[in-house]
Structures are given as C-alpha cells and as structure tokens.
C-alpha cells in the first residue's frame, strides 16, 4: 500500500497533461493538489503503524475503518486518472499516478482481507 502511495506521490509532481504537472493552476492542478494529500494519508498511516506501533489511531474516520478510507482515497484517484488515459495527449505522471493508485486500493483490499481473515493454524 505504501508503494502505490510512493508512485502516486511522485505522479502528482509530474507532467499529466499538455506538459502540464499535476500540481499546476488549472482544473488539472486541483486533481493533482487532492491526490498529493491522499497520497500523503495513504504513505502515513502504514508508516505510522510500522515505525511507531504505540501510535494511536482512531479506528474509524465518518463511519469507516480507517483502511477502508485509505481504500476508497486510492480507488478514487484511481478512476480519475485512469479515466484521462483516452485523452489527447497524457504524459508519464498520470500513468504513473493510476498504476500507483491501484497498487494503493489492492494493497489497502489485501490488508483488510488479512485483518478480517482468521489466523489459521498447521499442523
């Protein structure tokens, strides 16, 4: 999960489209500037948990556990992005924001299924 956040991050500094980053002043800048802080969320709270374990977090961010909100930031950075893709035109940072983006939701997918899974035991 901390990869794709890693590859995300690094997307929303580069060019997305018509050599415009994805942090620019256009419609384009704000897609970039939200995915920047959602990348931001998704790199911090796996970094929290793994270098500072005694980090309390809340369990619940509006309702939903915390990963499922790590998920559904990914998911959605992932459908903007991967939706340009037909566009004129789309440069290396928004290919590199939705690869990381799913990389993201998949990750975030697999730690709540191994959370949620029992602990299975051999024999």
Known sequence: MMGGGILMLIGSFLDWRFANAGLSTDAMGLLGILTLLFAIAIIGVPALRMFSPSTALPGAVAGFAIDKV???????VFLWTFGQISADRVDFGTHLTWIGAAVAAVGGVMTMHEAGSPATTSS
């Open 70 to 76: 790590l998920v559904i930031l990914a998911a959605t």
